[in-house]
């Protein structure tokens, strides 16, 4: 009997302790959302210069520490928080109030550099040493009355001297309120000492992710694609998360107007020790979330890559898109008479790789790999195919990438024919189309001609089937045989109702 009561009461205090400890939430918890959305791309480059430019970048922040604090008021400067908090947003709270409240509170970024030291120096005494071409003259020491075009000194004996080459300058101490790190100061007031846990929640730029695809291509004739997802996610918020649970957030949430503030930090590459995933949560709202399944160390001028799912076999099909023009109808304009415009051109065919996936896709770069072709030289090296960008994108829905110009393949536009009757306010044109193909596959090419000069047409003519995308856009579809051409012409009408000169 007392072996059984013992051993009940010893798995009773070991589920109990095993409890509270998955139990007690981790001190960072951050929620990080995708850099598309944000601004956030240039928190990605690696740049010597890349802190020129806006931070931007998107997180909520939660932050747990535990203070001992003492009977009456309490002044907490809370330091190692991000940079780029937005103070007006922040929430702190003490998570058991007690007989404790937070009365005030205050965000310090006048972080230490030489400029917001001396100016802060001023009116305090100062000691300058050396200069720049002899670094052992003798001390110059007084009290510090400018720093603007030199440092100006009011001496020991009251004589005022201006020094513009120094070599080091020494303060006597820190001044109040500057400190090496940006700092919240909190105001606490306990009727009673004691440790009490303060829990802040901000959102801050200078995080943000993104995703990063890589697709490897089978060999073959048939199109096959192999594709694997990683999150990639940018510190440069000036404060470092340990042992943090990250979600990542992708979607667009509204922003009111902010400031941007400007970093002068450079990212640095870092590695995991460890290899986290990042699992599908569902949705947030009207947002995907992805959990990491394991707390990561977030460390501040840092990429991190965190694998979103693993290699998936995906069916794809290649297409092949020949566009001479970017023009589109302006109804705000009269009709376009001038026949040369737009009136032929010759150039290369686009190649794409389209295909769908039964999972959402946050928008990010897709790298298109290919394994080459094994010979005596080359024993199926990895080839870089091209890359494209894709925005968020629902799951099962059409995906085409861009890979590059297609090698073998040019396209030819030409006018054949043009008229024009302002009286009667019409126009008609005549395009010649031809399509060649240099490989040995045959290929199917979409020409995509855009109805440029008036906002009311019709296709009077045409030798091949043609699809009406939208209103001023209609697409051919030829099938071009190997080492072949394929050809197709169409005229089209334009008309206007009233007189334009």
């Given at each position: ?6 051993a009940?009461?010893l ?9 509270a ?5 981790p ?25 020129a ?25 809370v ?36 400029d ?5 120096q ?30 100006t ?8 001297t ?25 105001d ?5 000492a ?11 730029q200078g995080?943000?992710w993104?995703?990063?695809y890589t ?17 990639l ?9 340990r ?7 992708a ?12 970093s ?47 290699e ?11 566009e001479?023009t970017?023009?589109r109808?302006?109804?705000?304009m009269?009709?376009i ?6 009136a ?48 968020h ?8 990438l ?24 019409n ?27 008036w906002?009311?047409?019709n296709i ?22 190997a ?19």
């Amino acid at each position: 009997m007392r072996r059984t009561t013992y051993a009940t009461f010893l798995l009773t205090v070991l589920c109990t302790n095993v409890q509270a400890q998955t139990s007690t939430p981790p001190r960072y918890a951050l929620s990080i959302y995708s850099a598309q959305a944000n601004n956030g791309d240039g928190l990605f480059d690696t740049a010597a210069d890349a802190g020129a430019n806006p931070v931007g970048g998107y997180a909520m922040v939660r932050d747990r520490r535990a203070f001992n604090l003492v009977a009456g008021n309490n002044a907490i400067d809370v330091r190692e928080v991000a940079r780029y908090l937005d103070p007006s947003a922040l929430s702190a709270r003490l998570v058991e109030p007690g007989e404790a409240a937070i009365i005030g509170q205050r965000f310090d970024d006048s972080t230490l550099s030489f400029d917001t030291l001396v100016q802060h120096q001023i009116g305090h005494p100062v000691e300058i040493v050396g200069s720049s071409n002899n670094p052992t003259t003798a001390p110059i020491v007084g009290i510090l009355l400018s720093n603007s075009g030199g440092l100006t000194v009011q001496l020991v004996d009251g004589r005022v001297t201006t020094v513009t080459d120094y070599g080091r300058v020494t303060f006597p101490d820190l001044p109040k309120g500057l400190s090496a790190s940006p700092t919240l100061r909190l105001d606490v007031a306990a009727k009673q000492a004691g440790m009490r846990t303060i829990e802040l929640v901000y959102p801050t730029q200078g995080l943000a992710w993104r995703a990063e695809y890589t697709g490897w291509i089978g060999a073959g004739s048939e199109c096959k694609l192999t594709l694997s997802g990683w999150a990639l996610i940018a510190n440069r918020s000036g404060a470092t998360y340990r042992d943090a649970q990250i979600k990542l957030i992708a979607g667009s949430p509204n922003h009111a107007n902010r400031s941007i503030a400007r970093s002068k930090t450079m990212v640095m590459a870092a590695q995991a020790e460890r290899a986290p995933t990042a699992e599908e949560n569902g949705t947030l709202g009207d947002y995907h979330e992805y959990a990491i399944d394991m707390p990561l160390d977030i460390v501040d001028n840092s990429l991190q890559r965190v694998a979103l799912f693993p290699e998936q076999p995906v069916a794809c099909q290649r297409q092949y898109l020949f566009e001479t023009t970017p023009m589109r109808a302006n109804p705000g304009m009269a009709p376009i008479t001038d026949r040369a415009y737009g009136a032929s051109d010759t150039q290369a065919i686009r190649a794409a790789l389209a295909f769908r996936i039964d999972r959402a896709l946050p928008g990010g770069r897709v790298r298109l790999l290919q394994t080459s072709a094994t010979n005596a030289a080359n024993e199926g090296n990895p080839e870089f195919v091209g890359e494209d960008q894709v925005a968020h994108t629902p799951k099962n829905e059409p995906i085409a990438l861009q890979i590059g110009d297609a090698f073998d393949l040019r396209g030819e536009r030409r006018q054949t024919d043009f008229s024009v009757d302002k009286n009667q306010h019409n126009l008609s044109e005549t395009f010649a189309l031809r399509i060649v193909n240099a490989s040995g596959g045959a290929k199917s090419v979409v020409v995509r001609e855009h109805l440029y000069r008036w906002t009311q047409w019709n296709i009077t003519q045409s030798s091949a089937k043609f699809e009406k995308k939208n209103a001023d856009t209609v697409e051919f579809k030829l099938d071009v045989p190997a080492n072949g051409e394929a050809k197709a012409t169409y005229t089209v009408q334009y008309q206007w109702t009233e007189s334009y000169k």
